[in-house]
Nanobody
Framework: QVQLVESGGGLVQAGGSLRLSCAAS????????MGWFRQAPGKEREFVAA????????KYADSVKGRVTISRDNAKNTVYLQMNSLKPEDTAVYYC??????????????????WGQGIQVTVSS
């Protein structure tokens, strides 16, 4: 089993940047594909980005493509989400998740086995 802990959220003005981190313990993330999701108040949890730890392949939601980069650090067993040019509509609780199929890049919540507790990102206009 893997435990995931997000950090790096907070309040930022529109146009600003944040880098979210997701630190894993319990298992090495080389056995997983990793995803970031977000959930705004009153909305369903939606896919943001995913990375295959083995291949490095990535996938992004259209709403964030070009503004967001997902990356991994093998030594730190951590996955990152660099978010630039943030917009008020990016405001949400952000979750990282692990998929035990390391070559998958699945843009659906049902594809993931483990979840972090979530972290708030608020973008002011």
């Amino acid at each position: 089993q893997v435990q995931l802990v997000e950090s790096g959220g907070g309040l930022v003005q529109a146009g600003g940047s944040l880098r979210l981190s997701c630190a894993a313990s319990g298992r090495t993330l080389s056995n997983y594909a990793m995803g970031w999701f977000r959930q705004a108040p009153g909305k369903e949890r939606e896919f943001v980005a995913a990375i295959s730890w083995r291949s490095g392949a990535t996938k992004y939601a259209d709403s964030v493509k070009g503004r967001v980069t997902i990356s991994r650090d093998n030594a730190k067993n951590t996955v990152y989400l660099q978010m630039n040019s943030l917009k008020p509509e990016d405001t949400a609780v952000y979750y990282c998740a692990a998929d035990s199929h390391p070559f998958n890049i699945v843009p659906r919540t049902s594809g993931y086995d483990y979840w972090g507790q979530g972290i708030q990102v608020t973008v002011s206009s």
